[in-house]
């Protein structure tokens, strides 16, 4: 009787050790997910930005005066705009230590990013 009852406290720790390890799996996959969000959210916005910023400063649509000052404006705004983009980097750097290299939430990288930005 005793070997039954050991056996029955053993099973009971092993289901309370595993229902351990699946809780904390769980937070830990809804911390990647935040990740994957805050990441998307941040990079969706940013890439739209870059898309509009270059189509309006290669827009054939203005005279030379209204390019010149419209140029000077963007170019304020893009130095404003440095600091998402090393947001955006931050939130990548948290995402590749957590080892999460896919992102349902959005088509776009750092290195895409980066690399729009570099051409403005």
Known sequence: MDSLEDSWQSLMRNVKERDLRIQQETQRQEHNEDLRKAFAAQANQFGEWLASTKEQLTSNRYQLEEQRA???????????????????????????????????????????????????
């Open 70 to 120: 419209l140029i000077e404006k963007k170019h304020e705004e893009i130095k404003r705009k440095r600091g998402v983009l090393r947001e955006i980097e931050e939130l990548s750097t948290h995402l590749e230590k957590a080892l999460i290299f896919d992102n349902k939430h959005t088509t776009h990288s750092t290195v895409t990013l980066a690399q729009q930005w570099d051409q403005l």
